[in-house]
């Protein structure tokens, strides 16, 4: 379904913070019961499953499909798969209808930069699957006008009916909370923003650096040292989140990223309030938790996770 070309994005700061977003962005549901959550044995199984999300929503739904990759280690297994077989006409047909958006991105940095999301993912998911796929969207980070460049995505991303499928991980921040994107804790993030630019963290800087290397990729000291002197965060925000029509999250790196135990542990633990302000301060003070806000949430974690 196509929305107006003509639709106004908003423009509101908070702090050194500027979020766009749009005039009828969802608004977040109330949670019934417990988090629901998939706990599987192996990183592979986790692949396998989210994979089968894909194809399980593309069954049910006619003609393109809108998703949003997840960077990092979550969604590894799954592109394997999905370059493997992208090397035959398995899955052609699935292909062809999928328009591709990334998440988030630091900036600004050379889009070659091997700590670029737009690297791995072709280093992960093989030419062949950018060449099959009907469209892919990044956020630009190479740029003397982020801001211009992020409203065109976001144009592109409404001109397409929004958000299919959005696949998401879980990052872990200081006091077990964590953030979901690149939306950090404190940083004003509402329920109506849709992508904002937000002055980059330590904590958010190590954590992107530190995946890519457990990850595989191949970084070198100037590509380090230019992604250390970025200065700002893009990011999809709370409205991109809360708007998608399905959510599929994979937690498999608690091994190595040994602060998501505590985190996810409070994400399931925190009592959400029922008074709306109270929940907005909330989720600003620990974004992870805009994904029990959510009404259709398929979550894939491993053991270690909840050790």
């Not at 062809?96 to 050379?110: E, I, N, S």
């Not at 006091?175 to 980059?200: T, V």
Request: contains cysteine.
């Amino acid at each position: 379904m196509q929305t107006s070309p003509q639709k106004t994005i908003n423009r509101r700061t908070a702090g050194e913070n500027v979020w766009l977003g749009f005039s009828d962005s969802a608004r977040p549901a109330r949670p019934v019961g417990d988090f629901r959550y998939t706990v599987l044995d192996s990183e592979v199984a986790v692949g396998r499953a989210m994979f089968a999300e894909l194809k399980a929503y593309a069954d049910e739904k006619e003609g393109d499909i809108t998703m949003v990759l997840l960077g990092g280690r979550g969604a590894q297994a799954m592109y394997r798969l999905i370059e493997r077989l992208a090397e035959t006409d398995e899955i052609d047909e699935l292909l062809g209808r999928l328009h591709v958006f990334t998440q988030d991105a630091l900036a600004p940095m050379r889009m070659a930069n091997g700590l670029s999301f737009v690297r791995d993912f072709e280093r992960l998911l093989g030419p062949r699957f950018f060449a099959k796929i009907k469209s892919f969207t990044p956020m630009i980070t190479e740029t003397d006008d982020l801001e211009g460049e992020l409203r065109k995505y976001l144009e592109r991303l409404d001109s397409l009916g929004g958000i299919d499928l959005f696949f998401l991980g879980l990052g872990p921040e200081a006091e077990a909370a964590s953030h979901l994107c690149y939306i950090k804790p404190g940083c004003g993030a509402g329920f109506g923003d849709f992508a904002g630019i937000i002055p980059i963290s330590p904590s958010i800087l190590e954590h992107h650096i530190a995946k890519f290397k457990v990850g595989g990729s191949e970084v070198s000291a100037e590509d380090e040292a230019e992604c250390r002197r970025a200065a700002y965060i893009l990011t999809l925000g709370p409205a991109a989140i809360l708007g998608a029509r399905r959510i599929v999250q994979s937690i498999v790196d608690a091994s190595t990223a040994t602060a998501k135990p505590a985190s996810f542990k409070r994400l399931i633990e925190t009592e959400l309030s029922s008074d709306d302000a109270e929940l907005a301060r909330q989720a600003d003070e620990n974004p992870g938790l805009l994904i029990r806000l959510h009404p259709d949430v398929r979550s894939y974690v491993l053991p270690d996770l909840l050790s």
